[in-house]
């Protein structure tokens, strides 16, 4: 059995004794009550997921950059050259990109996993082991770019499980090494594209309604990728309320006809993240595209996920409404690579801290209102 | 003359032409133009303040907690007693707020200082001295409490003008002992009752509209707080469009008639923190409401000015508008103290690291789409 199916076993629901006894303890602290707003809700969370209250800190974090490239890119949906992924890739491991800073800053580590970049970069084989983590760059290629989904399916049935394993396996070996806190990240040219795709599926949103301007497009390209997710979803059968119906069904299949390799991965990580019952904070709209994917596959492992950032490509809006979350940072940021979601982890880090540090009425000796 | 005034002397306006060059240099860095949002608006008025590109980073941090109790309470306006703004001045000495587990997770330190608890407390005098900052609570208690403002004046000119200086001071240590971004922190049981007045009064808005519910009080306290907030408005001639009007011509009397005396601080705070050319970093509505004095003291000091977040209280939303701020960080919270806007400083350092430490373009041999 792959690392995918695997995490799927290992899977159980969140410990809600435990969030509620966050609850009862919030009460306790130095402070008017629920006057910390959505930290005290984190902070639950928190416990929930590690059965713990207060919570571990989620610290150390670990920051998967899951990097592919797009057929679909040949249908002009964007004004970057596709090598500029595999540039990328090196700026990560270098550790000049914006996810590196923003990482450093809170003290988490980044790894840069090629899931499926055109280019040739390292590569250590399937499946992931301990050792391939150390460089900062993990060569897990399962195919050397998706297909043009406006016109064929993104990925074979078996390429699709080798990348769920990949995903699984890098969220596995992360926390095997110290890490209580992932964090999604993605580079690829294009990648925009099929996550609108993605998100129209499982919302049964229309094609004009998801798709944004991505890295900055200009009208004539929007209008064009526009077409070409409309497209995508018209040959895989995956459009208007019919085609959620079917996505939500099949949403392996879904994914295997309008994703990428770098969401199939998001997908596995997702899971393996809280199958080792570690928080998974979600970056932007590929993100969360991989997520509505990952919500129907696994309704258990939803309560794991916490959205960062809300980003300003449309679909992100759409897909977090579907899947219920209200993001912690709304700061206009249209990057990827994971940068979003690292400015949530001091958010998420304060929640458990409030928790677990404050003083309470009777230790600090200040006076109660009475309880109503 | 004092501290305050010598602040007002000092102020310079920040430096656009830094700013510029911070968007040209976001330009180079690894990523789509604008992509990192509110971040790349954030490191630009850095650079501005500092008149430094890249910025300075705004690290280490401190919190500056102004204490005072409020006449006001014996209307029935909170189901707090007075004791506990004491109570919390000490629980911020030993550490054990909201605001000391936030500041200590940003790196930041908390000072309280006692500017007009009504009980008796470490006292050592005006003003205000290197060596007081040292224990972590800052004796320089201008009066026990305001007036009641819904019968009389919160404070006589006098009284002002000492609050205005014990602020300024506060600012002019902390940045002498190395702090590189300053942070507004307040407590004070009753203290949204003058907020709300002074955001009713410097806006024109109705005191049903700005009066919240503060630490969480019930119906009929609110309908109370209401009346309070609208005696005080009437009394001191600040209600409506010519409440306002007046209120904008001469501030200082408005704050002193209406206000509280953490209020005044905050105004000096504001201003000398200005002036030592630092960022300095609202927290709630009770910075915010200090921020409209402030701003019609000190137009040039603005740009020094960043809010950290939104608070549940609706003052604080009307307050941010008239003074055309959009903060950092929305949970919903409504504590006080600085909790909120310590929640924003990881945002800022990022803010300035990004634009220090990414890799531009040309070194990192990535690829840039042509410029239109």
């Not at 629901?13 to 707003?37: C, H, I, M, N, Y």
């Amino acid at each position: 059995m792959g690392a995918f199916r695997a995490a799927l076993e290992r899977l159980v629901p969140v410990d809600r004794v435990a969030a509620e006894r966050a609850e009862r303890r919030q009460l306790s602290l130095t402070k008017p009550p629920g006057s910390l707003g959505r930290l005290e809700e984190l902070a639950s969370r928190l416990c929930a997921i590690a059965s713990e209250v207060p919570p571990p800190l989620p610290h150390p974090a670990a920051v998967a950059v899951f990097a592919a490239d797009h057929g679909v890119l040949s249908q002009g949906v964007s004004p970057w050259p596709a090598e500029v992924t595999a540039q990328m890739v090196a700026n990560f491991a270098a550790g000049g990109a914006a996810v590196n800073v923003l990482a450093r800053q809170m003290g988490a580590r980044v790894v840069a996993v090629d899931v499926g970049v055109a280019s040739a970069l390292p590569r250590a084989g399937l499946p992931v082991s301990d050792g391939d983590l150390t460089g900062g760059l993990v060569g897990a290629k399962v195919r050397r770019g998706s297909g043009d989904i406006s016109v064929e399916d993104a990925m074979e049935a078996s390429e699709l499980e080798k990348a769920l394993d990949v995903g699984a396996q890098v969220a596995t070996l992360l926390t095997a090494d110290g890490a209580r806190c992932l964090v999604t990240g993605d580079m690829g040219i294009g990648s925009t594209t099929p996550s609108a795709a993605l998100v129209a599926a499982f919302t049964g949103a229309g094609a004009a309604e998801v798709t944004g301007r991505g890295t900055g497009i200009d009208d004539s390209m929007l209008e064009q990728k526009v077409k070409v997710v409309s497209a995508a979803l018209q040959r895989s059968g995956l459009s208007g309320p019919e085609g959620a119906a079917r996505a939500r069904a099949e949403p392996l299949a879904a994914l295997a006809a309008i994703g990428g390799l770098e969401h199939a991965a998001l997908v596995g990580f997702l899971v393996g993240g809280a199958a080792q019952r570690v928080p998974v904070l979600l970056d932007g709209v590929i993100a969360v595209s991989a997520c509505l994917v990952a919500a129907e596959v696994a309704p258990l492992a939803r309560d794991y996920w916490i959205a960062g950032h809300m980003s300003a490509e449309p679909g992100a809006a759409l897909g977090l409404r579907r899947l219920g979350m209200e993001p912690l940072v709304d700061l206009g940021m249209r990057l990827g690579e994971g940068s979003g979601a690292c400015l949530a982890l001091p958010l998420l880090e304060a929640a458990a801290r409030t928790l677990s540090e404050m003083a309470t009425f009777d230790s600090a000796g200040v006076s109660e209102i009475p309880r109503s």
